[in-house]
């Protein structure tokens, strides 16, 4: 297989653009592109959109440090996030802990960040939009002391 990416898409049940501006402040996320439903060159079928969905978002783009995410409102309110997290590794625990507690502000706290035999701060949170991430900072590599 030639180049391959595979790059996160999360669908926001109609609060992508608030989950946005929470990850831009809270992680430092860089939004690159928005397009709205009533944006879109071609028109949406009938019957798809849930009522008041059309000034929500179709597609977006953003970056978290050189991680690529895309996100939308989805077609309506009901999308749910299950059976998978993020995976957000950084370099230093105390930017472990900045990252950690900004997730979990009106999220819930699966694990709260500790010393494993993988990595000297790990822990895992589940956001107010439903996303579930795995903070951590890279432990040692194997073979290495």
């Not at 970056?63 to 957000?88: E, H, P």
Request: net charge negative.
């Amino acid at each position: 297989m030639p180049l391959t990416t595979i790059t996160p898409y999360l669908f926001f049940a109609g609060r992508c653009e608030e989950a946005l501006n929470f990850y831009r402040d809270s992680l430092g996320a860089e939004i690159c592109m928005i397009m709205r439903f009533n944006e879109s060159p071609e028109p949406t079928p009938p019957g798809m959109l849930q009522a008041g969905f059309e000034n929500k978002i179709m597609h977006s783009s953003f970056q978290i440090g050189g991680a690529a995410v895309m996100g939308s409102d989805g077609c309506n309110d009901q999308s749910k996030f299950d059976g998978f997290r993020l995976a957000l590794t950084v370099d230093t625990e105390a930017e472990a802990h900045k990252a950690f507690n900004a997730l979990a502000t009106g999220g819930t706290v699966q694990m709260p960040l500790v010393k494993t035999f993988w990595s000297p701060c790990y822990g895992m949170v589940t956001d107010r939009f439903h996303v579930g991430w795995m903070v951590m900072v890279p432990g040692p590599l194997e073979g290495q002391k």
